[in-house]
T-cell receptor, first 107, second 119 residues
Framework: DIQMTQSPSSLSASVGDRVTITCRAG??????LNWYQQKPGKAPNLLIA???NLESGVPSRFSGSGSGTDFTLTISSLQPEDFATYFC?????????FGQGTKLEIK | QVQLQQWGAGLLKPSETLSLTCAVY????????WTWIRQPPGKGLEWIGE?????????NPSLKSRVTISVDTSKNQFSLILNSVTAADTAMYYC?????FGSGSYSTWGQGTLVTVSS
């Protein structure tokens, strides 16, 4: 299995801050990397597919980059509704695997 | 717009069999790998396996000996069976559909079913 490691595990930030979350794959996965946002009691919501492709309806303050083993999710200016948990996921090889999550909390 | 609705028993005893079904409403049933994903309380996500409309499957090796995913194309439904459950199988179980054929990114999810394994 391909191991996915996110950092940090948790992050405190304020509205308006720029935030970056990192995801590292245990081997090269090209750009087969997806980002999800999950709020308590809800299913994950796909934000970015294929490392940098913003899903329809997702605000442009979200962006993704990277290839190979190192990837980032950036939120350019945090909004109150962005406080949630974020997961990366590789879709290069089955079994597809997820990072352990980054919990973004209000400072 | 495609929607997934899932159901199944939420409370099981150790050694029993977990059984969940997911119905697909709207959109095409063909051309996708229909997927099950689970999330233990307060933890991360685990990909369980997937099935296409023809019955072709891929399973997570960590669960392969206990998992069966099946499809009923006449009802646009797919199902998950997990045998011999233990407390470690306690989780929210989701069905999901990829964004497009061949994609492993999941844009559509069921509402989730919390399955608790307890004696």
């Amino acid at each position: 299995d391909i191991q996915m490691t996110q950092s940090p595990s948790s992050l405190s930030a304020s509205v308006g801050d720029r935030v970056t979350i990192t995801c590292r794959a245990g081997q090269s996965i090209s750009t087969y990397l997806n980002w999800y946002q999950q709020k308590p009691g809800k299913a994950p919501n796909l934000l970015i597919a294929a490392a940098s492709n913003l899903e329809s309806g997702v605000p442009s303050r979200f962006s993704g980059s990277g290839s190979g083993t190192d990837f980032t999710l950036t939120i350019s200016s945090l909004q109150p509704e962005d406080f949630a948990t974020y997961f990366c996921q590789q879709s290069y090889f089955t079994p597809y695997t997820f990072g352990q999550g980054t919990k973004l909390e209000i400072k | 717009q495609v929607q997934l609705q899932q159901w199944g028993a939420g409370l099981l005893k150790p050694s029993e069999t977990l059984s969940l079904t997911c119905a697909v409403y709207g959109g095409s049933f063909r051309g996708y790998y229909w997927t099950w994903i689970r999330q233990p309380p307060g933890k991360g996500l685990e990909w369980i396996g997937e099935i296409n409309h023809s019955g072709g499957t891929n399973y997570n090796p960590s669960l392969k000996s206990r998992v069966t995913i099946s499809v009923d194309t006449s009802k646009n439904q797919f199902s998950l069976i997990l045998n011999s459950v233990t407390a470690a199988d306690t989780a929210m179980y989701y069905c999901a559909r990829p964004s497009y054929f061949g994609s492993g990114s999941y844009s559509t999810w069921g509402q989730g079913t919390l399955v608790t394994v307890s004696s």
